[in-house]
């Protein structure tokens, strides 16, 4: 028996419910592609120490499990901010486009095939009688 007869050909999801699932995959994909500068971590506002001194901006990420923290100027903290909320958002679609691709897969592509092995007993027959 080939590969080919062992799979299940029967789809659980419509063609209408797959080509809606492409159609938000795509809208997803267009949002992915017009985001600017994508950064990790987050910017911090450093109270400053003296009277005389002023705020200070802090970047502040993780790199091969240590923290990694570099001075800001006040535009670069803006800049930083803007790149990191975009990446917030990235990894939102991200993960939404990964939800869909399961969904689509796991519905369109055809899977194994259940067999039961033989000896086995089915739950109905394992059931025990209220008197026993």
Do not use: H
């Not at 080939?2 to 267009?30: G, I």
């Not at 394992?126 to 026993?132: D, F, R, T």
């Amino acid at each position: 028996m080939n590969p080919q007869e062992k799979c299940s050909d029967k789809r659980t999801f419509s063609v209408a419910a797959l080509r809606e699932l492409r159609v938000a995959y795509r809208a997803l994909d267009r949002a992915v592609r017009r985001q600017p500068w994508l950064v990790q971590g987050s910017v911090n506002v450093v109270a400053p120490k003296s009277p005389a001194a002023s705020l200070t901006y802090t970047w502040t990420r993780k790199v091969r499990a240590k923290t990694v923290t570099v001075a800001l100027s006040p535009v670069q903290a803006i800049a930083f901010r803007r790149a990191i909320k975009a990446n917030r958002q990235i990894e939102a679609v991200l993960a939404r486009l990964r939800e869909l691709s399961q969904t689509a897969l796991l519905a369109d592509v055809p899977g194994v095939t259940k067999r039961r092995l033989e000896g086995q007993k089915t739950a109905e027959a394992k059931k025990i009688p209220k008197g026993a």
